[in-house]
């Protein structure tokens, strides 16, 4: 049980500093808007053979509604049962941790329970809150489960959080890492900025939840100055997000050729040009065009098309893919087919489903 970082086990706290793919996991539903247990452990699977290293569960991509529906334990729970049935090696396990701290704090007690490494603290229950109260929320939930910071797009229900908050998170003791989410280069410099002030940038990860530049993130530097001109190198390291959970065995290839190009200290052309190739696939399954109203629909309808799901369905019976989605996801298909993984997955998905 994960209650402080020196719980986790080694090799999972080296695989989270040093950066792995960890898809946000959907929610797999029949017609009836039912858990499909049956697919839920599937795309566990999918995930585990593509070479992800971690599982993010509970959070936006999982929808948020499992919570209403009694469904954030049991989707918990089967998703740490079929990781570990399914491999051995290290699977960085994160959950997702929303609401007021009276609620957070009791999901991360489920999570760590059930043996999640960390927590994904969600703060859009504190869009009004002061700073000051946001932090002491974070203080407590910390003392429950080792966290991941969160900052996500307020397109879909997320908080401003200026350098200064993510200075001050960074400086708890129990964070080891930090989604940066905001879809806004101005933010996430904030987000940068705060971790290179705090003093815990050597302890705490930085990973890029931006899936409209996914490959910059995880390419370019990042120089932080101070007052006096004293300059910081900062990098992405790793994904945490929902782009991640559809085309999974590319995702996995693509951070592998970023973090040895890291390491070689080469600029590859070629690498950089693909960061708008996966930006135009995002766009199409995070519905843009529509404000992301299709964004959940739209992960579910390329995993429809693979045979992962069955449907698009959503716990939330109105939502749906937006006027247009379905054409542009074509599009992608047609214009970015080295992208996709459809051999892999049609290659696999009948031991998956067995």
Known sequence: MARRRSDIPAAVDRLIAEGTVIPAH????????????????????????????????????TQFAIREVGLYEPVLSLAAEAAAAWTDRPIAMI???????????????????????????????????????MLAHCRAVAEHIPLFGFYLQPAVGGVRLPAEFWR??????????????PFNRYHTLDVIRGVA???????????????DHIVADLLLPFAVRDDHGRETEMRIVGGLLGHW???????????????????????????????????????????????????????????R?????QGTW??????????????????????HVDLADDAFVA????????
């Open 197 to 211: 002030e705090s003093g815990a940038a050597e302890r705490v990860a930085l990973y890029t939840g931006n899936d």
């Open 168 to 181: 001050r998170f960074a400086a708890i003791d129990n964070v080891i890492g930090v989604k940066i989410a």
């Open 305 to 309: 098309r693979q045979g992962l799901l």
């Open 26 to 61: 959907p929610l797999a539903l029949t017609a009836e808007r039912r858990l499909d247990e049956r697919r839920q452990r599937a795309l566990t699977r999918y995930y585990l053979d593509a070479g992800a290293g971690g599982l993010a569960v509970g959070v936006h991509t």
């Open 245 to 303: 959970c559809v085309w999974t065995s590319s995702a996995v290839g693509i951070h592998r050729r970023c973090r040895a190009t890291v390491r070689a200290g080469a600029v590859d052309p070629a690498l950089l040009a693909l960061d708008s190739r996966v930006t135009e696939c995002n766009a199409a399954v995070f519905d843009v065009a529509n404000d992301f109203a299709g964004v959940i629909c739209g992960v579910h309808e390329v995993l």
């Open 314 to 335: 959503c716990l939330d019976p109105d939502e749906a893919l937006g006027p247009g989605q379905a054409e542009r996801i074509d599009a992608i298909y047609a214009r």
């Open 347 to 354: 290659a696999n998905l009948e031991r998956w489903l067995a």
């Open 95 to 133: 959950a997702g941790l929303a609401g007021g701290t009276a609620q957070a704090c009791r999901e991360a007690d489920v999570a760590a329970g059930l043996g999640y490494h960390a927590g994904l603290l969600s703060l859009a229950a504190f869009r009004d809150a002061r700073t000051d109260d």
